[in-house]
């Protein structure tokens, strides 16, 4: 196929895909304006309350404009928009005591503000937040974008359906990910590398759970994989590092991965490497 042909060909199907997606810019742009009106402290000359709430209403036309890119319909948009910025409120006492969580448990976190401007952790749970509560107004495709945003800018995947409850603790973060149906109660900490996932991936059991749930004051520690939608970890367990769990767990347990580390003072290279090769032979037999 010549490339004039392709790019025609291109621009018939453009022409057909009549869904209108909001734009990912502009979806960026309001998060990090969201987040910093809510936390991020002012540089330079101080704003008048007026320019306060004129900044404020500016964020609601803002969102307008991306849930009307969804929904195509200016009643349902406004009705969005205004439930949305009505529940705010409360998400951000959620994201302070989030915020308190982090800075309690994290013996690096110096302060509250310092968890606020420049932890990782914080912003992709402060981003899960907001598109959750989107989520539970089932506005589609808008809340994945929320969620990729602080997913690219943390290394953190947490699915806007997810349920977390408060005062949740992340720590470094890189490598989580959180699947759509998983439940996470309060007080919960997690390290970074663990996997909250399914099963299975078919479409056929999309609509069922299909995620973990974990239990209040849980902590699960880096490398940690636990998958299954009936699988629950009891409250107050503790999940170390690098284990694989497709099962519950009872209140109160520690679950463990048991591996044999050999520290040598004095060994050669050549020693070492026939050793291993030693131990494959062994084993392809």
């Not at 809510?38 to 969102?63: A, D, M, W």
């Not at 302060?111 to 990782?120: K, W």
């Not at 590398?193 to 520690?221: F, M, Q, W």
């Amino acid at each position: 196929m010549s490339a004039n042909k392709f790019v025609q060909e291109l621009y018939q199907l453009k022409l057909k895909n009549t869904q209108v997606f909001p734009d990912k810019v502009i979806t960026e742009q309001f998060i990090d304006q969201l987040f910093a009106l809510l936390f991020v402290p002012r540089s330079g000359r101080q704003q008048t309350i007026v320019e306060f709430q004129n900044e404020y209403e500016s964020l609601k036309s803002h969102l307008s404009t991306l849930v009307y890119d969804v929904v195509h319909d200016g009643n349902r948009t406004q009705s969005i928009t205004d439930k949305f910025f009505d529940e705010l409120p409360s998400l951000h006492e959620l994201l302070l005591k989030d915020a308190a969580a982090i800075t309690a448990y994290d013996p690096a976190a110096e302060s509250f503000e310092e968890v606020i401007v420049a932890y990782p952790g914080f912003f992709a749970i402060a981003v899960y937040r907001f598109a959750h509560q989107l989520w539970e107004q089932q506005v589609k495709i808008l809340p994945r974008l929320f969620t990729e945003y602080a997913h690219g800018k943390t290394g953190i995947d947490i699915h806007p359906g997810a349920a977390i409850g408060e005062s949740f603790f992340i720590d470094h973060g890189t490598g989580i990910v959180i699947g759509e149906t998983t439940v996470i109660g309060n007080n919960v900490r997690i390290y970074q590398g663990v996997t909250l996932g399914a099963l299975s991936g078919t479409k056929e059991k999309a609509a069922g759970k299909r995620h973990p749930s974990i239990e209040d004051n849980v902590i699960i520690y880096s490398g940690a994989t636990i998958l299954g939608g009936e699988t629950v970890i009891g409250k107050n367990s503790t999940i170390g590092g690098n284990v694989w769990i497709t099962y519950s767990v009872p209140a109160g347990s520690l679950v463990y991965h048991k591996s044999e580390v050999v520290a040598k003072k004095d060994f050669s290279f050549t020693d070492a490497v026939n050793g291993i090769l030693g131990r494959r032979d062994s084993a392809a037999v």
